[in-house]
């Protein structure tokens, strides 16, 4: 049990040293709940939301399940995704997925047992329509998937017609060099809602 010892300890030096060099942050911290952002993104252990982006505790919400879906038969994620859109009113939703997805991969190479089948049957279609073998290429077509699936979701319709400046992302994380890529297929409305899938890949800027 050393490992699980560690955790903990490695958490009490870490709310010290947040505590030396912000005073007040805890309790500041404790008395609101106001983030702007809703993250959707991989479980991937090596994609951790706020170190990616560089924001402290309190300035994302987070949801992660394997390989980013964004599926309306998910109560979790649709809990998830009405509340902070009704309850917490962020500002802006980021689907962010990853260069090498493992859920991805398993798709490609018919590797999906159980469960996991049936949970990325989404990306088994997508893979189907477009015939792509590249491993990358599907990642990001993954992200503008999902990007679209929130587009057309009731929740985020409803908050649109209501007239709330309400954005989505989709963006790329490389493992490989710790940068984030935007696909640039960010939707502010339903004006602006996807029609289909771009099967470019997007540019990469670093």
Request: net charge positive; charged share 25%.
């Amino acid at each position: 049990m050393k490992e699980i010892a560690k955790l903990l300890d490695n958490n009490r030096i870490w709310a010290q040293n947040v505590e030396k060099n912000i005073p007040g942050f805890f309790s500041k911290l404790e008395s609101q709940h106001k983030p702007k952002f809703l993250w959707i993104g991989c479980s991937d252990s090596r994609v951790p939301a706020d170190q990616l982006i560089g924001v402290m505790p309190g300035e994302v919400f987070v949801h992660r399940n394997i390989s980013n879906q964004v599926i309306n038969t998910d109560i979790n994620l649709m809990c998830v995704l009405q509340y902070a859109v009704d309850v917490l009113k962020v500002k802006h939703i980021i689907v962010c997925g990853h260069y090498g997805c493992g859920g991805i991969d398993a798709v490609l190479k018919d590797q999906t047992p159980g469960l996991l089948a049936h949970w990325l049957e989404n990306v088994k279609d997508l893979m189907e329509r477009n015939r792509t073998p590249n491993l990358d290429d599907m990642c990001e077509l993954n992200v503008k998937l999902q990007v679209r699936n929130l587009a057309l979701n009731s929740i985020v319709r409803k908050a649109w017609d209501r007239g709330r400046s309400l954005y989505l992302h989709g963006w790329i994380y490389s493992i490989a060099n710790g940068l984030i890529h935007d696909l640039c297929i960010t939707r502010g409305g339903r004006h602006q809602e996807p029609e289909h899938i771009d099967l470019k890949r997007a540019a990469k800027t670093d």
